[in-house]
């Protein structure tokens, strides 16, 4: 399974099918098994969405014909926090979830939408007792809990290199992004490169 | 304002300027002036995801160069009542927000994600002791409260034909379309098309 959640992680996309969302859920952190497995977040469709893109790839080229969506929801008590004070705390999960794309159906013609199909679902975490770095990525192969993806994958070093605020990509989230720069919390790293744009 | 408004109807996106989400908000239903203008529902981003889509149109050709995202969120307790039932209840709102489309941004080089640039905000408003047919359309210039669409407009013609629960475009919101397949709410105008497909 190693390879194909790197994979997945790599793309920030995974291809596994996705956790749908049934049950109730009561904790509103993560939670994980003996083993140190995490624990899908069934309702995240009832969360607060942040963004949404359409095929996002920060490689000019490659990658397959597929098309597809991905929407990223904050849990909901994270997004407070976010809210007061422009940056996420400790035990906050965001998932990232894929879906198919498509142009021609019902009377649509043009453009895309989302289909039924769901192509996988990535949760970040941050845990700062449990995590070197504080922060987690887990791709979920359906509702089985899922291991840590390993900390040398590149979505790591990416994420560290290049998120907006604390190690997430709070620059593609437009409600959010206008929030961490009233509140001074935008990282280094994203603040040198916006400049030399 | 009224052509501009049609126009908005129309491709079912505003391109005026969107109501923004600062303030608290009580009630979930919604809310009129005496003149029975809509007053903005000011939080709904914080309300339930059902789908975006991107340059979505249902003609052919034709629109112009501009690329924009569409989010459609659902008022809390009218979706809770949606899983439940499989249709909304009396007094649901439905926001979509059109979002400008950017392809080039920090990392990423291909694909579509969202940008800050709010391109309008449209409710559809389900209040059948108020408006013939049990729903209506608005479109927000900013903050504040917008007169009905006038409901000669293509809008509500269209969506009674096409919209495949209760004059709502289930059909592009995939966690809820096979609820209402389930419950059997599929309007006969939908089920008639999806058989003729």
Redesign the interface.
Known sequence: MIPIRIAACLTFLAFAAAAQ?PAPEAATGPAYTADGRLLPPLRY??W??L???????????G?TDMHM?D?V?AE?SA?RAFLATGTWPDRTMLVMEA?GAATK????????????EEMGVEVHVKDTARFAGGWAFFAFDGKEPAPRIPEQAECYS?HRA?G?VDTT?V??Y??L??LARDKQTLSEG?LK??AGR
Chains 1, 2 share one sequence.
């Open positions: 969302a469709r009832e607060i969405f963004s949404s893109g359409l095929d996002m790839s920060y490689r000019p080229r990658g969506f929407n929801f909901p997004y879906r159906g019902s009377i649509n013609q043009r453009g895309s939408f989302q289909t039924a990416c290049h907006a990509f620059q593609f437009p409600t992004l206008p994203y490169e916006a």
